[in-house]
């Protein structure tokens, strides 16, 4: 008795059908044979019953999902899986395709053509089709299409050589190995000179940016100088915005390649060989030095690879050159090598910071000042232990500091927002107090001599806004008023200068040159009674 598939696929069939599905795609969405969906939509081999969901012939099966049963010889003449995927039509199309279909890509032949010579890929060209051209097709019928072309007309990749110490490549791979017992992940940096193939290689934890720029320094120091060039994949510990016509680097790395007065290069993403120099020298690394291996720790393994790089890298003759990698080295490359500056690249640390609202940058748990107009934007903050400096986005310096400890500020803010104590922020305000005229710097005095520190708030009022809305004048002859009055509140000020009268009608003096003083009284009453 043949298979049979349960009713709910049944029904499923059915109603994909409905919708449009061609019968390849019903297949692979319900993961059955693109027989068994015929069958079922009643168009099956001669003596089919797709009521009853099996073969009248005892012989043929339905196919369900695995392995393809053999078939009877009523489905012999059917075309393979293999030839369907050729001769099928297009997805969402019912009509089956002959041998000799043209594809649908055809009229567009000359479009992808020029799209694949701009280095466009099939899902990019299929979109570009069904934006600008109403292509009504799937992307598979694209990109079988895009890979016929391929097959005819194969772009040529040509070989690049280079001088001696023009160019240097540079490449990481990633690699477990046992490290004091336990297995971990190391970052393998090879750098490879294009002339001679002489290589250095460092195993390290990260691929930071510290780290690459340490392992680029010690390679130059391995080679005794530094090549003109240098090629690069876009890691981001030298790359931050790939970009193969200008790209942008780190700064760090930016800096570290200014030192040693060479040049980067990245290369495209995704392209293995615009560096093919040194991507098969990461996996000679792999097999020949470190594979199956297990080391104390990470200082065994690098001088594992230093002896390995002296006796057998060095030692080899290279596949291309035909020559002895060392002996090449001596003679043609290491003549050709810029020289080392005198100094290392300095060691720092680096990071990309946002200015607070208050001016101050937060680095390292510390607080530096920087100009307000860069309030809100993104400065790169670099310390070497003793000293900030802080830089835009062109790498021109805003300002620099003495290093701080955590907690720490560059500048703290006094009371009246002013970097100075409340006593000198107190004779601030009231030399600008005194500016208004005679009157109010006697009014300002007596005011600080009466409410001391909480005259300081009172100063700010008369400057930013009884002067600003009466002016000098109105201002400094309200303050001759209440100075007689002994008034010293800013209400005060303001009843003055809004409603003298009713101020002159209910005010209390408590000072009069006509008043004595309650201290004269008391000593007049004192007299009397020792008397």
Request: glycine content about 6%; hydrophobic content about 35%.
């Amino acid at each position: 008795m043949a298979n049979e598939i349960p009713m709910t696929t049944r029904e499923a069939i059915k109603a994909l059908k409905t919708r449009g599905y061609s019968k390849r795609k019903i297949a692979r969405e319900l993961g059955i044979h693109r027989n068994t969906v015929a069958h079922y939509l009643g168009e099956g081999p001669p003596g089919s019953d797709p009521a009853k969901g099996k073969q009248s012939d005892s012989k043929c099966t339905i196919s369900t999902p695995g392995p393809d049963p053999d078939p009877g010889p009523e489905l012999e003449s059917s075309p393979s899986p293999a030839q369907n995927k050729d001769t099928e039509s297009d997805e969402g199309n019912e009509e089956e395709s002959g041998p000799g279909r043209q594809s649908h890509c055809e009229r567009y032949r000359e479009i992808i053509a020029d799209k694949l010579e701009a280095q466009l890929h099939a899902k990019r060209i299929w979109q570009d089709l069904v934006d600008d051209h109403q292509f009504k097709h799937s992307y598979q019928s694209v990109k079988r299409f895009v890979a016929k072309l391929k097959q005819t007309d194969p772009q040529r990749v040509w070989r690049m050589e280079c001088e001696p110490g023009e160019e240097a490549q540079v490449d990481y791979g990633t690699l477990w190995v046992e490290l004091a017992g336990k297995r971990k992940k190391i970052q393998v940096l090879r750098v490879t000179l294009s002339h001679s193939r002489k290589g250095y290689t460092e195993a390290m934890l990260r691929q930071d940016t510290e780290s690459f720029i340490r392992g680029l320094e010690n390679a130059f120091r391995h080679f005794g100088g530094v090549a003109r060039l240098l090629v690069l994949d876009n890691l981001k510990a030298g790359v931050l915005k790939p970009s193969h016509y200008d790209p942008e680097l780190n700064p760090k790395f930016a800096a570290f390649c200014e030192h040693y007065q060479t040049v980067a290069l990245p290369t495209l993403p995704r392209t293995p060989e615009h560096k093919g120099k040194v991507e098969r020298g990461v996996g000679y690394v792999k097999e020949s030095a470190l594979k199956g291996k297990a080391f104390d720790s990470l200082f065994a393994v690098n001088a594992h690879l230093r002896h390995w790089e002296k006796t057998r890298a060095d030692k080899r003759i290279h596949g291309t050159t035909r020559k002895q990698v060392l002996a090449h080295f001596e003679q043609s490359e290491e003549p050709a090598l810029q020289p080392l500056p005198v100094d290392l690249f300095p060691s720092f640390l680096e990071a990309k910071r946002k200015v607070h609202r208050d001016s101050y940058v937060e680095f390292d748990r510390a607080y530096y000042e920087v100009p307000p107009e860069y309030i809100n934007r993104e400065l790169w903050v670099r310390s070497d232990g003793r000293m900030v400096r802080l830089f835009n986005a062109r790498m021109e310096q805003v300002a620099v500091h003495a290093k701080l400890e955590p907690g720490q500020f560059t500048k703290v803010l006094g009371c009246g927002g002013t970097p100075k104590s409340v006593q000198e922020s107190l004779q601030y305000w009231e030399k600008r107090a005194a500016k208004i005229g005679p009157d109010a710097a006697l009014w300002a005095r007596g005011l600080v001599l009466k409410r001391k520190e909480a005259g300081l708030r009172v100063l700010m009022g008369l400057i930013h806004q009884l002067l600003p809305r009466h002016g000098s004048a109105t201002l400094n002859q309200a303050c001759a008023q209440a100075r007689h009055h002994g008034q010293y509140r800013l209400q005060e000020l303001k009843n003055w200068i809004e409603a003298p009268a009713q101020q002159e009608a209910f005010s209390f003096l408590e000072n009069h040159e006509l008043i004595r003083d309650m201290n004269t009284y008391g000593q007049i009453v004192g007299f009397e009674q020792n008397n």
